[in-house]
């Protein structure tokens, strides 16, 4: 079974940092892109910011020039290095991943989730 990590959540006061990390495990055989989505109360999830396996990176608007997207292969762990942050950005963080499992001698793509981890930043 593949599962995906999360932790780095918690409460900071506005401009202040927090450092998420997702990490994946089980009978991984391959992972694609990875990346962050938030969900606020009463609003969509959104993409925050995703990194490919070559390192290409994209953010939403809001974010740029704050946080860092990161990923470290060899541990298959996502990171997202969040500063300057602003009340606005309080909701929880859900990592995602596009892992590959083997069976036999096919591959199987799918979408993972990890549970969702806590950001509230008090003005």
């Known amino acids: 079974q593949v599962q995906l990590v999360e932790s780095g959540g918690g409460l900071v006061q506005a401009g202040g940092s927090l450092r998420l990390s997702c990490a994946a495990s089980?009978?991984?055989?391959?992972?694609?892109?990875m990346g962050w989505y938030r969900q606020a109360p009463g609003k969509q999830r959104e993409l925050v910011a995703t990194i490919t396996s070559g390192g290409n990176t994209n953010y939403m608007d809001s974010v740029k020039g704050r946080f860092t997207i990161s990923r470290d292969n060899a541990k298959n762990t996502v990171y997202l290095q969040m500063n300057g942050l602003r009340p606005e950005d309080t909701a929880v963080y859900y990592c995602?991943?596009?892992?590959?499992?083997?069976?036999?001698?096919?591959?199987?793509?799918?979408?993972?989730w990890g549970q969702g981890t806590q950001v509230t930043v008090s003005s």
């Open positions: 089980g009978s991984i055989f391959s992972i694609n892109g």
């Open positions: 995602n991943a596009a892992i590959a499992t083997k069976r036999l001698m096919s591959l199987t793509w799918n979408d993972y």
